[in-house]
């Protein structure tokens, strides 16, 4: 084990007693993993709930920002003051978007240690076997599919990126904009290119979990929109 898979196996080996635990009961290695992207994505949940909230107070005063920019376009320091001052004024916080993404980064990377890998963080034996069982069309679960998940996972990616980009836009503020479209043509192209190298079993774990993504992003639209409604019938 590598000196990056101990420090991960902190994360890492409770999930693999969660997914052993989960596989003793299913006795079936591809539903377990199933079942288990669904339990890790609910845990989840408030954090990226968190996230996508910040994301829509930032839209909702996007026309402020944008004026600030135009009337400050000369003026970087004093743009930079007003933005403060707006963000005090509107109680929001720039970082609280980030936050959540920076807590999950170190439970995302475990999983991948873990997926890549189960035996290296599973003491049972029955798992031994079960890593490599085939699930629909994937003959072994411990391999890389070449092209059907790897595809599927890359789709789900860019879905997930548009909605996300959607409800979140923003103006330009240091290129972030930009980099997010960039992001989202980039990063499914790269999600295909890794899937075909990793185990097909991890491939999935990106792809189910990228499908509760958008759900939840769908979720959380629609409870914005349900927000905005009861706000203009009181109005």
Known sequence: MTTYEKVMSIIAE????????????????????IVFTLLIRAALLPLYASQIKSSMKMKEFQPKIKALQKKYANDKE?????????YKEEKFNPMRGCLPMLIQMPIILALFVLLRNPMAFIDEPQMLM????????????????????????GIA????????QAM????????ANAMMKMMKYFFPVMIVWMGRSFPAGLTMYWFVGTLVQIVQTVGMNKWKAKQ????????
């Not at 409770?14 to 993993?33: K, R, V």
């Not at 990616?157 to 996300?164: A, G, I, Q, V």
């Not at 905005?228 to 109005?235: L, S, T």
């Open 228 to 235: 905005e409604a009861a706000a203009n019938a009181r109005a």
């Open 130 to 153: 079960g890593v490599h069982e085939a699930f629909l069309w994937i003959p072994d679960l411990s391999q890389p599919d070449p092209w059907v998940l790897p595809i599927l996972a």
């Open 157 to 164: 990616t860019f879905f997930s990126f548009s909605l996300t």
């Open 168 to 175: 979140s836009a923003t103006s330009d503020l240091g290129g």
């Open 14 to 33: 409770p999930m693999g007693w969660l997914l052993s635990f989960l596989y003793d009961l299913i006795n079936n290695y591809g539903i377990a993993l």
């Open 78 to 86: 004093t743009l930079n003051i007003k933005m403060m001052e707006l």
